[in-house]
């Protein structure tokens, strides 16, 4: 199972908005309406931002939002704050009890 | 406080072999499916093995099927990875987490992770 593939990096300023995809294919990302997405900042364990493609967990601020077209799902970030500078990576449930990553993004706050 | 905290992680050599362990607390591990996943230096994140609250292995990835193994200890609320026949490629940080949710199929809790190097 080869990972989900995602941009090395995005930047925006403060304020602005950041999109990261998250390509698969129609085995995983596809299939299945089970994409989450992870929060890791240097040095930190990863931190759930979003699950099943769009809900977010108690306690993740409404800027972060998720959607999902055919085999690519995306994780957007409005209102850029320095805090949201970290890596993201993207999760999909693949079938046959396996679940693949993303190759993770770089985000930085300019 | 749900937390998970791991330990065991350190310097082996290549064939070698290394337990990490995993502690729960604010929460019944065996309630729920646990799993290790690790991330190498600069790399992603590759799941490595999980089991269900039965404590069943459900998943191994190709690379460590017949290496790795879970146990648990539910007095301990723990659970535990043997790593043997270890390899350069093994190396990296391991994070125990809770998940894969039945529902949501999300990995909502993590540890801070171990780190396991391998070399000679």
């Known amino acids: 199972q080869s990972a989900l593939t995602q941009p090395p990096s995005a930047s925006g300023s403060p304020g602005q908005s950041v999109a990261i995809s998250c390509t698969g294919t129609?085995?995983?990302?596809?299939?299945?309406?089970?994409v989450s997405w992870y929060q890791q900042h240097p040095g930190k364990a990863p931190k759930l931002m979003i699950y099943e493609v769009d809900k977010r967990p108690s306690g993740v601020p409404d800027r972060f939002s998720g959607s999902k077209s055919g085999n690519t799902a995306s994780l957007s970030v409005s209102g850029l704050q320095a805090e949201d500078e970290a890596d993201y990576y993207c999760s999909s449930y693949a079938g046959s009890n396996n679940y693949v990553f993303g190759t993770g993004t770089k985000v930085t706050v300019l | 406080q749900v937390q998970l905290v791991e330990s065991g992680g350190g310097l082996v050599k290549p064939g070698g072999s290394l337990r990490l362990s995993c502690a729960a607390s604010g929460f019944t591990f065996s309630d729920y499916y646990v799993s290790w996943i690790r991330q190498a230096p600069g790399k992603g994140l590759e799941l490595v093995l999980y089991i269900n609250s039965r404590g069943t292995t459900i998943y191994y990835a190709d690379s460590v099927k017949g290496r790795f193994a879970i146990s648990t200890d539910n007095a301990k609320n723990s659970l535990y990875l043997q790593m043997n026949s270890l390899r350069a490629e093994d190396a990296a940080l391991y994070y125990c987490a809770r998940g894969p949710r039945a529902d949501s199929h999300a990995f909502d809790i993590w540890g801070q992770g171990t780190m396991v190097t391998v070399s000679s």
């Open positions: 129609s085995s995983d990302v596809g299939a299945y309406n089970y």
